[in-house]
């Protein structure tokens, strides 16, 4: 059998940009395991939406959202992500 996620309720389904991280060279050092703070907002892909969204976004849009209000389970052993269209902030898309 084939599932497929498709958010309801308002909610978008979107994942993690992958980012590129410099390498920064610092003078201090941290020790091993040291968590260091998420940014509060940032950029992520949207997947899906739910048929009664009313924002203006499709599949492939970026969108800037709260990190804090980003809802993570486990479907088809791989974690999903899921907003709910009042928590995004800005749709940025490519011109």
Request: hydrophobic content about 40%; some cysteine; glycine content about 4%.
């Amino acid at each position: 059998m084939i599932y497929s996620l498709e958010p309801v309720n308002r909610y978008l389904l979107i994942q993690e940009i992958e980012k590129v991280e410099e390498e920064k060279s610092s003078a201090v050092l941290l020790p091993d395991g040291l968590m260091t703070q998420k940014p509060v907002h940032e950029y992520y892909e949207v997947l899906n939406k739910a048929g009664d969204c009313n924002i203006d976004v499709e599949s492939g849009d970026f969108v800037v959202v709260s990190n804090n209000m980003v809802e993570r389970f486990k479907f088809k052993e791989a974690e999903q992500l899921m907003i709910l269209e009042n928590y995004v902030l800005a749709v940025v898309r490519m011109n």
